[in-house]
Structures are given as structure tokens and as C-alpha cells.
């Protein structure tokens, strides 16, 4: 496995504008939900559980497997509740692949590349080991949700670090789990995650672009 590709990655220097996002956090810091960093890991780790490793990282399972990217990534676009969530995966999409292209890894052969389609593109490029991939990007997720986290609550770096290692522990079962996912079994039910997204979108005072 080429573990420096892996880790350039998965880095956040990786030049897409994650830092830039919060993924609903920063509505659920507003709304009360998240106060501190009890409710901060809790509400990630219910995000992770229940959105990321039900549908999106099982999606970035099957554009590894399968490198069928066309009808994926239209599906994967149209679970993204809110304009924000959609604009966020695009964006992202949009500057990862940019990337690849100058680097000369070639580009995503889709019109308008969701993230995971182009760190799916890049880790078939690059033969990166599937479950690898697939274990760096939730952690990349978990440590771009913390970071937010410790910028907005605000909450101290040491707070952020005990919330990785916790975090970090629960990449394994899920990626078990992933791996395991039948199609049917798939699901992105998470209407409060959506009802806060929504609610950033007007939200008068904020951070991030999501």
C-alpha cells in the first residue's frame, strides 16, 4: 500500500476547503444541543453513526469496489438534505478533483463530482488499499467535525484531543460494519440533522459555510 499517498489524502492540508465546514455543528452549537465537549463528541459520534456510516462512507465503499461513479455520485447528490450539504460535497468534490488533474492523476469522469467520488477516484488511482481508504476518510471526517467543534464551542485543544482518541476507536467497527452493508440496508434518516442544516442556512451569526 502507498501509505504517503494515503496520508496526503487524508491530510487537512489537502487543499478542498473541509476547514471550512462544519456539517450541521455549527446550528447545533447555536440551537443549545452542543455546549460543551460531552455534547460535542456525542453529537459527532451520533452524526458518524447515523448519517456518515450509513450512507456516505458505504458509498465511498462502493466507488472504490466498483468504480462506478456516474449513477453513485447522482445518488449520493440527491441524499444531501439541504443546500448546504449538497454546495459543501460539491465544492469539496470540485477542489479535490481540480487537484487531481494537477497532479496528473486524471479527474472523476462525472460532471459535477461529490467528495467522496473524487477521494474514491484518487485512492483507485493511486492503488491505495480499499478499507484503508475507507478508514482514512471517516478519520479525516471525525477530525474536521472536532476541529469545528474547537473552534466554535469553543473548546480547548486538549478537550479536542480526548475527542479524537474516542472517536478514532469507534473507525474500526464501523468500517466492519460498512464493509458488510448490503444496498438495501442503506439509509440517510436524520431529520434533525437536517432541521439544524436548514436552519444555518439563515443562521445570522456564523463560521462556517455549513
Not at 62 to 87: D, H, P, Q, V, Y
Request: hydrophobic fraction near 45%.
Amino acid at each position: 500500500m502507498n501509505l504517503a499517498k494515503l496520508l496526503q489524502l487524508a491530510s487537512p492540508t489537502l487543499p478542498v476547503g473541509a476547514y471550512s465546514y462544519s456539517g450541521g455543528l455549527e446550528a447545533a452549537i447555536e440551537a443549545g444541543v452542543v455546549t460543551d465537549a460531552a455534547s460535542a463528541e456525542r453529537w459527532i459520534a451520533d452524526v458518524l453513526e447515523h448519517s456518515v456510516a450509513r450512507f456516505e462512507a458505504p458509498t465511498l465503499w462502493a466507488f472504490i469496489s466498483s468504480g462506478n461513479f456516474s449513477e453513485l455520485n447522482e445518488r449520493f447528490l440527491a441524499t444531501r438534505e439541504t443546500a448546504e450539504l449538497r454546495a459543501e460535497t460539491v465544492q469539496m468534490g470540485y477542489s479535490l478533483n481540480r487537484l487531481l488533474k494537477d497532479l496528473g492523476a486524471g479527474g472523476v469522469p462525472v460532471e459535477e463530482p461529490s467528495f467522496p467520488a473524487a477521494f474514491a477516484f484518487a485512492a483507485r488511482h493511486w492503488k491505495i488499499e480499499p478499507e484503508a481508504a475507507l478508514q482514512a476518510y471517516l478519520w479525516a471526517w471525525i477530525e474536521n467535525q472536532v476541529m469545528a467543534a474547537v473552534k466554535a464551542v469553543p473548546l480547548g485543544q486538549t478537550d479536542g484531543q480526548r475527542m479524537l482518541l474516542r472517536l478514532g476507536d469507534r473507525i474500526s467497527l464501523c468500517s466492519e460494519e460498512i464493509r458488510s452493508m448490503r444496498e438495501d440496508e442503506l439509509g440517510n434518516f436524520c431529520p434533525g440533522l437536517a432541521m439544524l442544516s436548514s436552519a444555518h442556512e439563515t443562521q445570522y451569526s456564523r463560521l462556517f459555510r455549513s
